[in-house]
Each structure stands twice: as structure tokens, then as C-alpha cells.
């Protein structure tokens, strides 16, 4: 089925947008780009801007593409081939993969991820943020919403400013609406603090551009937890490790 018939597409096409991941320089990068071209064993991309980051990935250095589709995403490695035209630092190759994963096709795909995050209370009068920031850890994110763990006082129906910091110097900050609480045990490491609470909340405020970008960003975050936890390397943030206060 087509894309016009309510069914995500496996196929590539020119113009889509991708986000390459990988490592430069020991830290994990993200780079936004559109594909250019697609030839039998690879493809041609640029990025939406040019980045002096793309001219320090050597030859054959393993990439992760995330392709974004309707109510779905598209995942496949692949690896680096080489540089293109006169800057270096917008247009490369990468080879072709055929082995694209679809990954989920609801109308908000749901994707397990730990990503520390911050929320204030909205002033129900004003809609300004009052109080001081409350730190939380995602449990799953999606693009309509996310499942949160924190020992801050929430009621369901509240309305929260929270910032979602998916890369560094990509922090998206929504408007949401606390939809359901659970209520859990005392926390484990400190006998003395409140109970963690299980929060379930939909987004708002969000644009669609912040839409996409949490489904790229979650589609890629769970690949590496699965990769990580087939290779025995699973790591496991702890809530109450201490978090910077905000004024």
C-alpha cells in the first residue's frame, strides 16, 4: 500500500528527510540531511546546512539512517563513503542499505527511552511556569506524548512546561497535560524521599518539525538500547542520581 492509502512506504525517494548518526570525535552526533540521490549500492545526501564535523568522518565509519515516514520511521545501517563537490562539509555518499526497518505504525509510535529530563508547573491563571524545575526520567517517548518516572507532585489534568533535551543544542520544550499517574513504591536509594510516581502525559504545544525530530531521535535511541543490551552492555539511569537544581 502507498503512502496515500493511510500505510507508511518502504521505499526511499529524493527529497526525504534523514538523520545520520554516528561518532565524530568520540561523541555521538546527529546530522540532519535530505537524500539527493538514490544509485543501486548507495545513496547521496546533504545536509540542510553545512557542518565541518562531516569532513573528520573517515572512510568506512559505520552510520545509522533514520528516515522519517507518517506514523512510523524507517531504520538501517550503513557506513561512510566519501565526501562530494568543492566544501566537503554538506554533500557525501553513504552505502546503500537494504535491510530498512519500519518501526511502528501507530498514529504515535512508542519507543522505550531513559533521557533525563526537566518540568515546572504552568500557573493554571497565567500559563507561565512558577516554581522550580522538577527533574524526571522518560520511560517511553513518542510524538504525541511520553511516560515519565519522577518523585515530583503532579495531578492528573495539570498542565506542565517540560524540556526535552535531545542532543546537544537540540532542546525542544513543549506544553502538556498529565493524563494519568501511577502510583509506585519509595525510592530504593533514598529511604527518605516521596514515592516515584509513574506520569503519563500528552503533548499540547508542539510543532510538527519537534514532532519529527522526537520520533527520529526515539527510533534511534531505542536501536542503541537493543544493540547495546544484545553486546551485555545495558545501562540503567538511577532517578535519584543528583540532578542541578533550578531557580
Not at 510516581?197 to 503533548?203: D, G, P
Not at 504545544?205 to 525530530?213: F, H, K, P
Request: hydrophobic share 40%.
Amino acid at each position: 500500500m502507498s503512502e496515500l492509502e493511510g500505510e507508511p512506504t518502504l521505499d526511499l525517494a529524493v527529497q526525504d528527510h534523514v538523520v545520520v548518526e554516528t561518532d565524530v570525535a568520540g561523541r555521538r552526533a546527529a546530522l540532519d540531511a535530505v537524500l539527493l540521490k538514490i544509485c543501486r549500492t548507495e545513496l547521496w545526501l546533504g545536509l540542510t546546512s553545512p557542518d565541518r564535523r562531516l569532513e573528520t568522518i573517515r572512510l568506512g565509519r559505520p552510520l545509522r539512517l533514520s528516515v522519517a515516514r507518517p506514523a512510523a520511521a524507517l531504520v538501517g545501517d550503513s557506513e561512510f563513503l566519501r565526501a562530494m563537490g568543492g566544501s566537503r562539509s554538506r554533500v557525501f555518499a553513504v552505502r546503500r542499505p537494504w535491510d530498512l526497518e519500519l518501526r511502528q505504525r501507530r498514529a504515535h509510535p512508542r519507543f522505550d527511552v531513559d533521557l533525563p529530563v526537566r518540568f515546572r508547573h504552568l500557573d493554571p491563571a497565567t500559563w507561565q511556569p512558577r516554581g522550580r524545575s522538577n527533574p524526571g526520567l522518560t520511560i517511553n517517548l513518542s510524538s504525541g506524548g511520553l511516560l515519565l518516572r519522577t518523585c515530583a507532585a503532579v495531578e492528573v489534568g495539570e498542565q506542565l512546561d517540560l524540556l526535552l533535551p535531545l542532543s546537544l543544542g537540540n532542546r525542544i520544550s513543549t506544553t502538556d497535560r498529565v493524563v494519568r499517574i501511577a502510583h509506585g513504591a519509595a525510592s530504593s536509594v533514598d529511604p527518605d524521599r516521596p514515592e516515584v510516581l509513574e506520569v503519563a502525559v500528552e503533548f499540547t504545544r508542539i510543532t510538527s518539525v519537534d514532532r519529527e525530530w522526537i520520533v527520529r531521535y526515539a527510533a534511534m535511541a531505542e536501536n542503541r538500547r537493543r544493540g547495546s543490551t544484545r553486546s551485555g552492555l545495558e545501562s540503567s539511569p538511577i532517578l535519584g542520581s543528583p540532578v542541578a537544581a533550578d531557580d
